[in-house]
């Protein structure tokens, strides 16, 4: 099933990104939180004590749940609008 | 963009109500500035959608249209903009930091509109830091500003119009709602009618969303709530209780979204230390207002639901209650012209405010919800504090929030405390046999935000740094 909604926009160009180096197809301009939850990479990063894995889930940059790396730093993947050959990296970002 | 430094007034929140209150103070010739995380205005409730989506034709969703109605307004009024700034400290005097994609900068205004909003309102339950559970507002922002379904299938849990909300743009969209789990009685939503009818436009909105979702058949299950949900490879295990009789019943889901209400952000006023006041019915925490929406300090003026949730269309008009106040405290405006007007706009928001009431009822938290939280359940999903963790900081004696901030770390992560003060507050209120009220709140913290520390520091020359003297030895 097609997730991306087109009933009133069109999406722009189709682009690539890297996710832990594995490459992913998705539209230029997209919310990068997004892109990864509807390709089921839901896990994002680790809790600091537990190692429990954590995900996306206010979408409005309240959380702080969907940190990722980009460019070595910290963001907030709710807040990213994805772009050609983005480097992203999830997991335990305090290992990587 | 250039900016200049300093400005009448910055209006922190580009929602219905910061727009609002920003237009009224722009056309009595005041400098305002207008600061938003996002890209552009609108706020949560209509929240732009990227900027690389084009329309295909004219049919465009009402929330969209609206948003860009904001929009222009904010251009024909020369409002000065820095969206994509994230505020991360306001000082008083008052200094407003923020940073965005590169670096950090801080404005100076006389006046300060906070028009942050809300945040949402969870209840935790067993297995709620899963990957894949998400918020209900998260939905429909996902929904209405990026036109994305989360998944295939999905479960909406939790209270009030968010819940009708969502469920009626998954269908739209072309998505199955496989259950409403709501912890509301049908009779509650029938008894909440009578009030609900005074905000007539937003009636007709919910009627249209049950229509849609009875007509589809979802499975409503009432006075029920999530007891627990455990994540699987591909899917979500969500097992349903119902709060009367215990009953339980298991559902597997690609999906699921709980929200419990909404809570005011309190961020800014906590932090310049301005008085606040407990308001079960306004979300929790509020700043204290009067009835122009002035702070405890001067030149600090709270609107929108960070007032008190009492809805959108409620905040456009508490904009201009909390503008017209400015004006007048600035001598802009004279009292007859303040009386006049604000007279006019309290006859709607009385109306709203019914609504809003209605409403609040509706996202009430049940104790069962609260009697739910197991002592192993993370209360505080950025330090992984448990109901166990804090329990244990009252058995050693700590008495208030804060406290029990130092002495477990809650609250102390990158939110901010922003997840999880209420359900704590509910807990230890619970086990200390008190009022939520009696506890206290988080001391506002900067920052409030996490801040890059190299945009914190921002660019400068060797030179320009201030050496202070070695002190005499």
């Known amino acids: 099933m097609n997730l991306r909604v087109s009933n009133y926009f069109k999406r722009s160009k189709k682009i690539k990104i890297f996710v832990n180096n594995e490459s992913l197809e998705a539209y230029e301009g997209e919310c990068l939180a997004l892109v990864l939850y509807i390709n089921n990479i839901k896990n994002l990063r680790l809790s600091p004590k537990n190692k429990d894995g954590r995900g996306m889930f206010c979408l409005m940059g309240s959380c702080q749940e969907c940190v990722v790396l980009i460019d070595e730093m910290k963001v907030t993947s709710c807040n990213v609008f994805i772009k050609e050959g983005m480097n992203i990296k999830i997991g335990d970002l305090d290992e990587l | ?473």
């Open chain 2, 1 to 473: 963009m250039n900016y200049k430094i300093k400005y009448d007034v910055i209006v922190i929140g580009a929602g219905p109500s910061g727009v609002s209150a920003a237009i009224n103070c722009a056309q009595k010739g005041l400098q305002v500035l207008i600061v938003d995380i996002s890209h552009n205005t609108g706020g949560q409730i209509y929240r732009a959608p990227p900027k690389s989506y084009k329309h295909i034709s004219e049919k465009k969703l009402q929330e969209n249209k609206t948003q860009e109605y904001l929009s222009r307004e904010i251009k024909k009024n020369n409002i000065f903009t820095a969206y994509n700034h994230t505020v991360w400290q306001v000082s008083p005097g008052f200094k407003v930091d923020a940073f965005n994609d590169i670096s950090t900068i801080q404005w100076h205004a006389k006046n300060i509109i906070v028009a942050t909003g809300t945040y949402e309102k969870i209840i935790p339950f067993d297995g709620w830091t899963n990957p894949g559970i998400i918020g209900l507002a998260a939905c429909t922002v996902m929904l209405k500003s990026h036109h994305f379904i989360p998944s295939q299938k999905i479960i909406l849990a939790g209270n009030g119009p968010l819940l009708l909300l969502v469920a009626y743009y998954i269908i739209e969209f072309g998505g199955e709602v496989e259950a409403i789990i709501d912890t509301s009685s049908k009779f509650d939503w029938i008894k909440s009618t009578v009030s609900l009818i005074s905000n007539p436009k937003n009636f007709k909105d919910g009627i249209k969303w049950l229509t849609k979702i009875l007509f589809n058949k979802v499975p409503i299950y009432s006075n029920s709530m999530i007891a627990k949900a455990t994540q699987h490879n591909e899917y979500i295990k969500v097992k349903i209780q119902n709060i009367n009789t215990g009953k339980q019943e298991s559902l597997v889901t690609g999906t699921l979204a709980v929200g419990h209400g909404l809570i005011p952000s309190t961020d800014i006023t906590r932090l310049l230390g301005a008085k606040h006041i407990y308001n079960e019915s306004k979300g929790g925490w509020i700043a204290e207002i009067d009835d122009y929406l002035r702070s405890s300090l001067d030149g600090l003026y709270v609107t929108g639901d960070g007032a008190g949730i009492s809805g959108a269309i409620a905040a456009k008009d508490k904009g201009l209650i909390a503008s017209l106040a400015l004006l007048y405290d600035e001598k802009i405006i004279k009292e007859k012209e303040f009386k006049i007007k604000t007279k006019k706009i309290f006859k709607r928001l009385y109306k709203y405010e019914l609504f809003a009431k209605a409403i609040a009822k509706l996202n009430s938290t049940p104790p069962q919800l609260l009697n739910n939280i197991k002592d192993e359940t993370i209360l505080c999903r950025c330090e992984d504090i448990t109901k166990k963790d804090i329990l244990e900081a009252i058995d050693n004696g700590a008495k208030d929030l804060n406290q029990l901030k130092s002495w477990t770390r809650f609250g102390m992560g990158p939110c901010q405390g922003r997840t999880c003060q209420y359900s704590v507050a509910k807990v230890v209120a619970e086990e200390l046999k008190c009022n939520v009220e009696d506890i206290g709140y988080l001391t506002g913290r900067s920052p409030i935000r996490p801040v890059p520390l190299d945009r914190a520091i921002g660019e400068f020359d060797y030179n320009e740094i201030t050496k202070i003297e070695a002190a005499p030895l």
